[in-house]
């Protein structure tokens, strides 16, 4: 039982190199996430998307931009990385936008940018 | 603003004791409080939700968490800690503006010593 998959899981980028984050679910959600974790700050979403077809910022999408394949992909792009964007990426998903609708994380992917 | 708090960022406990970790939080409107589970380099794990009805929430691994509205507060709890307890421990509400979002705490990290 797969859930969520996420690639790559280690990344060293130079600055201004552009890369993708891939995500996959298997669990038929609809709604999915990219959120980064960087120490003392929790988690911050960077994009969501409520449903196939939609994307919108979240709280921290500058640098970046992502693109809901189809129901299952949604993947994350850096077109210029920068080492502010060194962080641990986690995709997530949920199965609708609702209030009590748990949130299903991948294992994550550390980007180091020097 | 609606937000998350946790105002420890580390808790540590003897193996067999009780354990606490603090949470609270400010919103408009009804509540929706998670507790995420996070071990070294994976991605969060649900614990426990409370939605509605009783204050009372039992999640996963003998973990417990108890919602207070007049102290805004969610704190989880477990009757006696295990040294594979120790991980960081997020919780998180879940609002609606406009759409449902989660907003994370900075997170707890929880230590149990053998």
């Known amino acids: 039982n797969a859930g969520v998959t996420q690639t790559p899981k280690f990344q060293v980028l130079k600055t201004g190199q552009s890369m993708t984050l891939q995500c996959a679910q298997d669990?038929?959600?609809?709604?999915m996430y990219w959120y980064r974790q960087d120490p003392g700050m929790g988690l911050r979403l960077i994009y969501y998307?409520?449903?196939?077809?939609?994307?919108d910022k979240g709280e921290v999408p500058n640098g970046y931009n992502v693109s809901r394949l189809n129901k299952r992909e949604f993947s994350l792009r850096l077109e210029s990385a920068a080492p502010s964007q060194t962080s641990v990426y986690f995709c997530?998903?949920?199965?609708?936008?609702?209030?009590?609708?748990?949130?299903?994380f991948g294992e994550g992917s550390w980007l180091t940018v020097v | 603003a609606q937000s998350v708090a946790q105002p420890e960022d580390q808790v540590n406990v003897a193996e067999g004791n009780p354990l606490t970790v603090k949470c609270t939080y400010s919103?408009?409107?009804?509540?929706?409080l998670f507790w995420y589970v996070q071990y070294p380099n994976r991605g969060l794990q649900f614990l426990l939700k409370?939605?509605?009805?009783?204050?009372l929430v039992k999640g996963s691994y003998g973990f417990e968490a108890e919602f207070n509205k007049s102290q805004t507060s969610f704190h989880l709890k477990k009757p006696s800690a295990l040294v594979s307890d120790s991980a960081l421990y997020f919780c998180a509400v879940r609002v609606n503006t406009g759409g449902f979002k989660t907003i994370f705490g900075a997170g707890t990290r929880l230590f149990v010593k053998a």
């Open positions: 998307s409520a449903s196939e077809g939609t994307t």
């Open positions: 919103v408009s409107g009804n509540p929706y």
């Open positions: 669990m038929n959600h609809n709604s």
């Open positions: 997530a998903s949920s199965d609708q936008q609702g209030a009590g609708n748990t949130i299903y």
């Open positions: 409370y939605i509605t009805g009783d204050n």
